[in-house]
């Protein structure tokens, strides 16, 4: 069954450092979205991507966040100055254009802690 | 402000014990209702989406109900390996995205 894959699975980071969060979507798939999880805490939506530009975003994606597909298979998040808040399990979803039938296929989340 | 919300936050049923999950949400228009499953360190995944008020699906032994006001998600005859956290989504129409709720997590004691 094809497969969302994240990496890394894990990233400690230092308050400040900027990092990148890899995603590989699934090859037919045409949207592409950024979730958060803090421990304990609900799913939070972050942005939305299709047709190579920002579709949508939350106003948790500030300034600091940006996403792109820098060679047409890979979507990246980045976090340019990393706070602590930022902690969090890291989800990137894709879906083709059946995402009420079929939903989002999710990765298993980047770990991301930041000290 | 739209809301979903989610009750009990646990549950601990012995093996073949039934049981069900309620998810209330509150929105303008109800566009989709979704149910995922999620395993710890992984991420969600779908099992189910309801559109209107009467509408059932069923998988294995999980059944997905629908009312104007609240979701519940049936779990018959549960087995250990139906532990997980059960997660409830709202579609958002002004900002094409999910509303989710914190989760139900299951354990399913042998």
């Known amino acids: 069954e094809p497969e969302v894959t994240q990496t890394p699975s894990h990233q400690v980071t230092q308050m400040g450092q900027e990092v990148i969060l890899r995603c590989v979507p699934i090859?037919?798939?045409?949207?592409f979205y950024w979730y958060r999880q803090i421990l304990g805490q609900k799913v939070e939506f972050l942005v939305s991507?299709?047709?190579?530009?920002?579709?949508?975003k939350s106003e948790i994606f500030d300034d600091q966040f940006s996403v792109e597909r820098p060679d047409g298979s890979n979507f990246t998040l980045k976090i340019r100055s990393t706070k602590l808040e930022d902690s969090a399990m890291y989800f990137c979803?894709?879906?083709?254009?059946?995402?009420?039938?079929?939903?989002?296929?999710f990765g298993s989340g980047t770990r991301l802690t930041v000290v | 402000e739209d809301q979903v919300t989610q009750s009990p936050e646990a549950l601990r049923l012995q093996e073949g014990e039934s049981s069900s999950l309620n998810c209330s949400y509150t929105?303008?228009?109800?566009?989709?209702l979704f149910w995922y499953r999620q395993d710890p360190g992984k991420g969600p995944e779908f099992l189910f989406t309801?559109?209107?008020?009467?509408e059932e699906k069923e998988k294995e032994r999980l059944k997905a109900t629908l009312t104007k006001k609240e979701s519940f998600l049936h779990i018959t005859a549960p087995k250990p390996e139906d532990s997980a956290t059960y997660l409830c989504?709202?579609?958002?129409?002004?900002?094409?995205?999910?509303?989710w709720g914190a989760g139900t997590k299951l354990i399913i004691k042998p």
């Open positions: 989504a709202v579609w958002e129409d002004s900002n094409y995205q999910l509303i």
């Open positions: 929105v303008s228009v109800l566009r989709g």
């Open positions: 309801l559109y209107s008020a009467g």
């Open positions: 090859s037919n798939h045409l949207y």
């Open positions: 991507f299709y047709n190579n530009e920002i579709s949508e």
């Open positions: 979803a894709t879906t083709s254009t059946g995402a009420f039938n079929y939903g989002y296929t």
